[in-house]
């Protein structure tokens, strides 16, 4: 890949005309062949189509870039029209090894295994892949969903049941010997979530496809490789900014995470936004029930209520430490139409809710823009998608540079508290406990010397209530 000039750049590096793959015959890595092979929107997710097993399953899989583990419905469910059958797969191989992953909503339990999967619209060739079957899940498949699995993106660090489960596009990395980077392009801005229709999208594997976007690509630091993990600086709402402490927009993390819906931000985050909305939009009164996403609001199909909200800008720090961008979203896109009742009324919902751990950039905000997750150099890039567009008129901008003179030099706290040094912790706190309790059992099977030797009566085994509960 090219070292960009700067943090900005016009010619995409690892364009279609350079990149020699092994496993692809004409000898270069085709992007144009992965333009719109994703379908979806973002009520549901993007989802792409991929061929699991020997003969081939075909599936539709959710691309997930805040999770690390590729996983298939493996038994009927009722709200998924398909599944894969290992039983079906001659090259399938079980690991017998249990998976249990938990996401903000919804959680699954499968197994760990090896098939090889092809993709119609992805990299030429088939690939050994870990895939886990999932056997139960609970919250996970939705109605009305039409894809069939996950695909996680992010670092090994996420992948469950340990780091050690090579995920997806390390595989593909390793085998297809294509470059550390993907880029992806959602393309639903501005169109009703969850409609009776598709919308298009793009996962390009192993580079960057000039085509999905304009003007420049903005590179932020990757401030650590668990989730795509970024440093916000500062919030504007109509071009105001919200005041508060930087570190307060990366309260526990920043993170750049496709498989969430909305803007997720932290609880005080959330509450200045919402008043600073209410507070510059045309609208006097307005329902906190809309705010908090448990009402719609609703407008005749003729209007257009777009046109009485701000803009809303998220700045982030550039490579060049002493800079920052930022990219704006319009309220086509946090503004999202969902539902029509009779032929009137067109009713919209908030794109934007609070958190309790994370600022997540989610599907509201990626609408706007073409992401490149560049691993290989260990940063996330934004340019504006073409896609980004509501009544002809573009919806998202990107503008920079400007000084970071007036924000701390680090807004992201140096002790980071994610889940792999909690297990750490957490073993380590159970050994402490178990040893404990092991000094505790030997008091007790140990006869004092002053006291009469034990009969077989007295003695405290393994069967006795008291071990094995403390154990449990």
Known sequence: LRPASGSRQQDAPGAADGLALASDPGGTLNFLAMVENLQGDSGRGYYLEMLIGTPPQALNILVDTGSSNFAVAGVPDPDVTSYFNPELSSTYRSQGIEVTVKYSQGSWTGVLGTDVITMPKGLYGSYTINIATILESEHFFLPGVKWHGILGLAYDALAKPSSSVETFFDSLVRQARIPNIFSLQM?????????????????????????LYTGDIWYTPIKEEWYYQVEILKLEVGGQNL???????NADKAIVDSGTTLLRLPEKVFSAVVQAIARTSLIQEFSSDFWTGTQLACWDRTEKPWSLFPKLSIYMRDENSSRSFRISILPQLYIQPILVIGDNLQCYRFGISSSTN???IGATVMEGFYVIFDRAQRRVGFAVSPCAEADGSPVSEIEGPFSTADVASNCVSSVSFHEPVLWIASYALMSLCGIILLVLVVLLLVPPRCQHRYTDNDVVNDESSLVRHRWK
């Open 243 to 249: 005041e508060l402490d930087c570190r307060e927009y």
């Open 187 to 211: 393309c639903g801005a501005g169109l009703p979530v969850s409609g009776s229709g598709t919308n298009g999208g793009s996962l390009v594997l192993g580079g960057i496809e000039p085509s």
């Open 358 to 360: 994370a600022l997540v």
